[in-house]
C-alpha cells in the first residue's frame, strides 16, 4: 500500500489537514515534541465516477479505492542534524512515497510560529533544506565507506559515480527530482529512498479570513511552486475541520459561500492519489461494485493480479470499456458491445484510469 506523508513545520497544519482528509473529528492532538511515532489512516479515495456505478449497479456491497495518510511530526530546522524529532522523523519521510508539504499562511496569534512570522516560502525552504541535507547525509555515508575500501568493483565505480552526481546537485541545493534520473538510475538508487526523489504537493494552509485569492504570501508561495514545478493546493484547514462536522446539507451550502466547489478534502485526496502515481479500475456486478489501484502504466495481467493471484495465473483475456463509453452508451454492456466500444484485450494491453474490466480466465 502506498503512502502519503503530510510533512511541514511544527504548527504549520498537518494535523488539522490530516483529520481534514481522515474525517478524524475536530480533537487534534496538540503537538509533542517527543511524539515521533506517526497516525497513519486509510482513506477512500472521493471518485463520482465511482458512485455513478454504485448507484446504477445497486450491488449488496461498495468498495472504494483507499490510499494510506501519515501524520507526521513536525520537522524542525536542523532536523537533519538531529534536532527536535530529527532522524526518527526523517526516516518516516523515507519510507513515505509521496509528500504533502503543508505550509502555513493562516494567522492565529494563539498558534506560536516556530520562526516567529508568517512567511510561506522561507518555511518550505526550511523543510526542503532539512530534506536535502538529509540525502546529502545518506549519500556521504555510503561515498565514504566506498572510498574506504581498497579496491572497487566495477558496479562500486558506477554507483559512486552516479551517487557524486546525485551530491553536486544536492550542493546546489536542488532536490534529486529535479535531475531528471533515468529509470535505470533511479532503480539503482532506489535502496536509499532518497527523500528528495519523492513526488510533493504543496498545501497552502489558509485561515477563513484570506480567501482573496491575491493575498500577497499567497502568491509568493505560489510563484515558488511554479519555479519548482510543484503543484499546489489552496486549504482552509481549520474550517474545512469544522465544516465536516456539519450535516451534509449545510456543508454545501457553507463552501458554496465560500465559492468552492469541491471540498478541499476531496481535491487533495485526488491530488495526493494522482501524485503517488496511482489510478483506478473498476469491476461492477450486483454483488459488488468496486474501485480498485494500480500503478499508471500497469498492465491487463497486473489488473487480474490485484483481484486475485488466480486470475493473474489464468489470464485469457480482458474485456474492457471506458467509463465514458459505458455511460454515453445507455449504461448497457450490450449497447457497447453493439457499438464496437467493450474490447477483448490481451496481457499487455495498459489499463486507463476509469476502465470498467472483466477477467476471462482459466485455472
Ligand atoms: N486559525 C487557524 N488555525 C489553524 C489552522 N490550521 C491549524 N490551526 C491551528 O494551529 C494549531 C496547530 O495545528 P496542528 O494541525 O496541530 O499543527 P501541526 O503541528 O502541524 O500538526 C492548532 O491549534 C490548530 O487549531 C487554520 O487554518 N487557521
Ligand atoms: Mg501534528
Redesign the pocket.
Known amino acids: 500500500m502506498l503512502k502519503c506523508g503530510?510533512i511541514?513545520?511544527?504548527?504549520?497544519?498537518?494535523?488539522?489537514?490530516?483529520?481534514v482528509v481522515t474525517r478524524a473529528g475536530a480533537e487534534?492532538?496538540?503537538?509533542a515534541s517527543g511524539k515521533t511515532d506517526p497516525n497513519r489512516a486509510m482513506v477512500n479515495v472521493p471518485d463520482e465516477r465511482f458512485d455513478h456505478l454504485a448507484r446504477l449497479f445497486e450491488p449488496k456491497k461498495v468498495t472504494p479505492a483507499t490510499v494510506e495518510f501519515v501524520?507526521l511530526?513536525?520537522l524542525s530546522r536542523n532536523a537533519s542534524k538531529g534536532e527536535g524529532v530529527g532522524n526518527a522523523f526523517l526516516s518516516f519521510v523515507s519510507e513515505s512515497d509521496a509528500l504533502v508539504h503543508?505550509v502555513?499562511?493562516?494567522?492565529?496569534s494563539?498558534?506560536p510560529h516556530p520562526e516567529n512570522s508568517i512567511d510561506p516560502v522561507r518555511d518550505w525552504n526550511i523543510v526542503e533544506m532539512e530534506l536535502i541535507f538529509r540525502d546529502l547525509g545518506v549519500i556521504e555515508n555510503r561515498l565514504s565507506r566506498l572510498q574506504a575500501k581498497k579496491k572497487n568493483i566495477p558496479s562500486e565505480i558506477e554507483e559512486k559515480a552516479l551517487l557524486e552526481r546525485c551530491q553536486s546537485c544536492l550542493l546546489e541545493e536542488r532536490p534529486l527530482r529535479e535531475l531528471g534520473l533515468s529509470s535505470e538510475d533511479l532503480r539503482l538508487l532506489s535502496g536509499f529512498a532518497f527523500v528528495t526523489l519523492k513526488p510533493e504537493l504543496i498545501v497552502a494552509?489558509?485561515?477563513?479570513t484570506q480567501t482573496d485569492d491575491s493575498l500577497p504570501v499567497l502568491g509568493a508561495l505560489r510563484e515558488l511552486a511554479k519555479t519548482k514545478g510543484i503543484r499546489l493546493l489552496k486549504?482552509?484547514?481549520?474550517?474545512?475541520?469544522e465544516i465536516t462536522e456539519l450535516p451534509e446539507e449545510e456543508q454545501k451550502e457553507f463552501m458554496g459561500e465560500l465559492g468552492i466547489e469541491e471540498s478541499g478534502r476531496n481535491r487533495l485526496i485526488s491530488e495526493a492519489y494522482a501524485l503517488l502515481g496511482l489510478l483506478s479500475f473498476f469491476t461492477t456486478g450486483k454483488d459488488e461494485v468496486r474501485a480498485w489501484t494500480l500503478v499508471k502504466g500497469d498492465n491487463a495481467v497486473d489488473a487480474a493480479g490485484a483481484i486475485h493471484s488466480d486470475l493473474a495465473r489464468g489470464f485469457i483475456r480482458a474485456q474492457v470499456v471506458s467509463y465514458e463509453d459505458f455511460i454515453s452508451h445507455e449504461h448497457s454492456l450490450a449497447k457497447c458491445r453493439e457499438k464496437g466500444v467493450l474490447r477483448l484485450e490481451g496481457k499487455e494491453y495498459i489499463v486507463a484510469d476509469g476502465d470498467m474490466i472483466e477477467i476471462r480466465f482459466n485455472v
Open positions: 503530510i511541514g513545520l511544527p504548527l504549520s497544519g498537518k494535523s488539522t489537514i490530516f483529520n487534534v492532538k496538540p503537538y501524520d511530526a513536525g503543508v502555513r499562511l493562516f494567522e492565529n494563539d498558534v494552509n489558509l485561515d477563513e486549504i482552509f484547514g481549520k474550517m474545512e475541520m
